[in-house]
């Protein structure tokens, strides 16, 4: 009787064994892509905001502004931009361009922002083109 018990029990041991064995390397396969995901975010934010890459355009309609930050929306998709106070703005107007100041911008304009990855991860405007002015 003592034999057919142990029998028993040992593949359900071995089996509990294995599952865990297995568990864990499935863990430490998904911490392991987490960490080089996470160390290739940081070398293309390092990239960005480096002096090399000197800005990136976004382009959108304004969807809100909140403040100084500026949220364009273009194909469904969001972006929020941080606009510092010297940034330069220009408004066209058939052939001529203008320099022409922040309250100017409404929600619906069409906006092309230039702008620089800063080291903190944000994003700075370093110039807006306004492309087109909502009615």
Same mark, same amino acid.
């Given at each position: 009787?003592?034999?057919? !018990?142990?029998?028993?029990?040992?593949?359900?041991?071995?089996?509990? !064994?294995?599952? =865990?064995?297995? +568990?864990?390397?499935?863990?430490?396969?998904?911490?392991? $892509? /987490?960490?080089?995901? #996470?160390?290739?975010?940081?070398?293309?934010?390092?990239?960005?905001?480096? %002096?090399?890459?000197? &800005?990136?355009?976004? $382009? #959108?309609?304004? &969807?809100? !502004?909140?403040? %100084?930050?500026?949220?364009?929306?273009? +194909? #469904? /998709?969001?972006?929020?931009?941080?606009?510092?106070?010297?940034?330069?703005?220009?408004?066209?107007? +058939?052939?001529?361009?203008?320099?022409?100041?922040?309250?100017?911008?409404?929600?619906?304009?069409?906006?092309?922002?230039?702008?620089?990855?800063?080291?903190? =991860?944000?994003?700075? #405007?370093? &110039?807006?083109?306004?492309?087109?002015?909502?009615?």
């Amino acid at each position: 009787m003592d034999k057919k !018990i142990l029998l028993s029990t040992v593949p359900i041991i071995i089996a509990l !064994i294995a599952g =865990g064995v297995i +568990g864990m390397y499935f863990q430490f396969q998904k911490d392991s $892509f /987490e960490i080089d995901k #996470g160390k290739k975010m940081a070398a293309v934010l390092n990239s960005l905001s480096s %002096r090399a890459v000197p &800005s990136v355009v976004a $382009f #959108g309609s304004v &969807s809100k !502004i909140d403040g %100084r930050s500026i949220t364009l929306t273009y +194909g #469904g /998709e969001n972006i929020t931009i941080n606009i510092s106070d010297d940034v330069k703005i220009y408004s066209s107007s +058939g052939n001529e361009q203008a320099i022409a100041p922040f309250e100017i911008i409404k929600v619906g304009d069409n906006l092309s922002i230039n702008i620089k990855v800063i080291p903190e =991860g944000q994003l700075q #405007g370093q &110039s807006i083109i306004i492309l087109s002015v909502a009615n």
